[in-house]
């Protein structure tokens, strides 16, 4: 039976087709290219009343920053969230899948995501590769059990703590959490000891920069404070900016008029014989 | 030699004023030889969506053949062309599916949305989107592109002015690269019109 020729969108997973070609080229002294990572600084602390996630908000590919500005808390369920660290696409991937899956499972049960699920869902995903979907987490979330705090290792292995860091700001992260973490606190401390903790990898790891980013979660509730704290502004610029008296030399103009779609009125003329 | 390094590229998107700019160099080589001078590294994918491939031409030409089929199908389906957000998952949906085998392009997407709020996107050759607001490169020359765009963008800038800026930041970042140039191709987008303009270059 031939190949069909027409290429009808896959059922999904990921397609291998093009690795036989990669090879080659890499055999001819090719390098295969480098992948936007994000460097990172993600924490999570257990608080008396739920979940506090943290991150730094840098994407490097390479040694150049190339998002000054990213996301890398990553919503799971209204419940849950997950910072990712490692390779961007694997992190925006699998957490959306994960999403997605948590999303159908709620229709199926109608009860609310647990933290677990997520969990696992995640690292059967992240071992069934073999750590090839190089993707680091710091999953957290309030479900009916309680407040939940977990990591998880690129190659599916996982930890439950009270306090956890990971990716390349992990160890200045780590460091102000074991100094000055305890049981029972309150939100405002909690924020302020996730914010220092951040802020230890953006300025110590070169890795993570930019600002902090900051996920409360609590029973009922969650808020999501974008850019909390934002200790590096750009006050370099100049207020003028350039401006280009000598314009460029243009060799060649096509203007292409916008048409307008057509607007459809109802109720027009009935058709004459 | 890096596999993006083999045609080399620069591409840049902004965002201004209630438009956007997308544009390119023009020089298409292999390594060190220059085959062409006249090279469309943009295509649209509609009205009010363009896609600029940086990288291998050859996955280049190829990726933008399937997602101007997966854009058709959508066409047919839904009766109306893709939202630019919408595209630009399409896209890195289809770069991650090549994950362990990827394509060797980094796209670069600009478009007007809803209320012709101007979107620009770009993703690494896996498909991470990277959404900015002010402007996205990509292609050999990025490096000094980031350079350039960072001192000479403002924000919301009229039509014209948004022209040179792009104009001006493209071309001094290619002339500081080996593997692109020739030119320029700069597309200024607003809700009425499309200004498509052809700039004169170093020819080196």
Known sequence: MSKSVIEMPPKGGFSFDLCKRNEMLAKKGVSPPSFRKTGTTIVGLIFQDGVILGADTRATEGPIVCDKNCEKIHYMAP??????????????????????????????????????????????????????????????????????????????????????????????????????????????????????????????????????????????????????????????????????????????????????????????????? | ?????????????????????????????????????????????????????????????????????????????EERDMKPETFANLVSAILYEKRFGPYFCQPVIAGLGDEDKPFICTMDSIGAKELAKDFVVAGTASESLYGACESMFKEDMEPEELFETVSQALLSSVDRDCLSGWGGHVYVVTPTEVKERILKGRMD
């Open chain 2, 1 to 77: 030699m890096s596999i993006f390094e083999y045609n080399g590229s620069a591409l840049v998107a902004m965002v201004g004023k209630n438009c956007f700019a997308i544009a390119s160099d023009r020089r298409l080589g292999v390594q060190l030889q220059t085959i062409a001078t006249d090279f469309q590294r943009i295509s649209k994918i509609h009205d009010r969506v363009f896609l600029g491939l940086s990288g291998l031409a050859t996955d280049a030409q190829t990726l933008y053949q399937r997602l101007v089929f997966r854009h058709k199908l959508y066409q047919l389906r």
């Open chain 1, 79 to 273: 419940n849950i969230y997950c910072c990712g660290a490692g390779t961007a696409a694997d992190t925006e991937a699998v957490t959306d899948m994960v999403s997605s899956q948590l999303q159908l499972h709620r229709y199926h049960t109608g009860r609310e995501s647990r933290v677990v699920t997520a969990l696992t869902l995640l690292k059967r995903h992240l071992f069934n590769y073999q750590g090839y979907v190089s993707a680091a987490l710091v999953l957290g979330g309030v479900d009916v059990t309680g407040p939940h705090l977990h990591t998880i290792y690129p190659h599916g292995s996982t930890d439950t703590l009270p306090f956890a860091t990971m990716g390349s700001g992990s160890l200045a992260a780590m460091a102000v959490f074991e100094s000055k973490y305890k049981e029972g606190l309150t939100r405002d401390e909690g924020i302020k000891l996730v914010t220092e903790a951040i802020c230890s990898g953006i300025f110590n790891d070169l890795g993570s920069g930019s600002n902090v980013d900051i996920c409360v979660i609590t029973k009922g509730a969650k808020e999501y404070l974008r850019n909390h704290l934002q200790p590096n502004p750009r006050t370099y610029t100049s207020s003028k900016g350039y401006s280009f008296p000598k314009k460029t030399e243009v060799l060649l103009t096509k203007i292409t008029p916008l048409k307008e779609k057509v607007e459809i009125i109802e109720g027009g003329d009935a058709m004459e014989e």
